[in-house]
T-cell receptor, first 113, second 111 residues
Framework: DVKVTQSSRYLVKRTGEKVFLECVQD?????MFWYRQDPGLGLRLIYF???????EKGDIPEGYSVSREKKERFSLILESASTNQTSMYLC????????????FGPGTRLLVL | GNSVTQMEGPVTLSEEAFLTINCTYT??????LFWYVQYPGEGLQLLLK?????DKGSNKGFEATYRKETTSFHLEKGSVQVSDSAVYFC??????????FGTGTRLTVIP
C-alpha cells in the first residue's frame, strides 16, 4: 500500500524559531511536493522537487526552503517562523510515469505563537 | 493562467440525497481534471479523474464528466451516505508535474 508519512501531526513553535517538517514516501517516487492548506484558499504549492537535490519554487515559496538529499525524503524548512505561517502543511509525491496522481500524507498542523 | 473555481459550501445534505458540487476551470492547452477527497484527519486522496473532453470519471458512486464547451467538471452522486462527509477538491493538470487545486467544498451528510 502506498504511503506518505509526515514527521508530526501537530507542532507548536514560537516566532523566530527554525522549524523542520519532514516527509517520507515509500513508493520510489521521483516527484515530491509541499503545500499549505488554509480555509478559503485551498491548497497552495510552496515547493516541489522532481529529483534528488533538485527543487522548484511553487506559488508561495517566500519564507520557506526545502531539502531533498535522498529520493524518499523531502524536508520543508521555515528559517524563522512567523505567525502567518500557522497552517496545515501537506506533503505529496508522484511518479513521473503517472505524475498527475499525487499521494498525500496526513498533514502537519503547525501553530506559530 | 491555470485556475479552478469550485462551489464554496459548506454543503449539508440528508442521507440518500443527490449531490452536485460545481467546478469550472481555466487552463492553457488541454488539461486533465481531477476530484480529490479529504476525509477528517487525513490527507487528500484521488477520487476520480478524466483526461480528455467528454470522458467520465467514476469511483465509489461518484461521477464527473469533462465538459470542454462549458469548461466544467461537476461532481455528482445519486445517493450520499454519512461516510461521504469530507472536503472535496477539484484540480487540474496541464501535463507538468504540479496540480492546480480549487478551494475545496466541505460536505456534511446527516442521518
Amino acid at each position: 500500500d502506498v504511503k506518505v508519512t509526515q514527521s508530526s501531526r501537530y507542532l507548536v513553535k514560537r516566532t523566530g524559531e527554525k522549524v523542520f517538517l519532514e516527509c517520507v514516501q515509500d513508493m520510489d517516487h521521483e516527484n515530491m511536493f509541499w503545500y499549505r492548506q488554509d480555509p478559503g484558499l485551498g491548497l497552495r504549492l510552496i515547493y516541489f522537487s522532481y529529483d534528488v537535490k533538485m527543487k522548484e519554487k511553487g506559488d508561495i515559496p517566500e519564507g520557506y526552503s526545502v531539502s531533498r538529499e535522498k529520493k524518499e525524503r523531502f524536508s520543508l524548512i521555515l528559517e524563522s517562523a512567523s505567525t502567518n505561517q500557522t497552517s496545515m502543511y501537506l506533503c505529496a509525491s508522484s511518479s513521473t510515469a503517472l505524475k498527475e496522481t499525487q499521494y498525500f500524507g496526513p498533514g502537519t498542523r503547525l501553530l506559530v505563537l | 493562467g491555470n485556475s479552478v473555481t469550485q462551489m464554496e459550501g459548506p454543503v449539508t445534505l440528508s442521507e440518500e440525497a443527490f449531490l452536485t458540487i460545481n467546478c469550472t476551470y481555466t487552463a492553457t492547452g488541454y488539461p486533465s481534471l481531477f476530484w480529490y477527497v479529504q476525509y477528517p484527519g487525513e490527507g487528500l486522496q484521488l477520487l476520480l479523474k478524466a483526461t480528455k473532453a467528454d470522458d467520465k470519471g467514476s469511483n465509489k458512486g461518484f461521477e464527473a464528466t469533462y465538459r470542454k464547451e462549458t469548461t466544467s467538471f461537476h461532481l455528482e452522486k445519486g445517493s450520499v451516505q454519512v461516510s461521504d462527509s469530507a472536503v472535496y477538491f477539484c484540480a487540474l493538470s496541464t501535463g507538468a508535474n504540479n496540480l492546480f487545486f480549487g478551494t475545496g467544498t466541505r460536505l456534511t451528510v446527516i442521518p
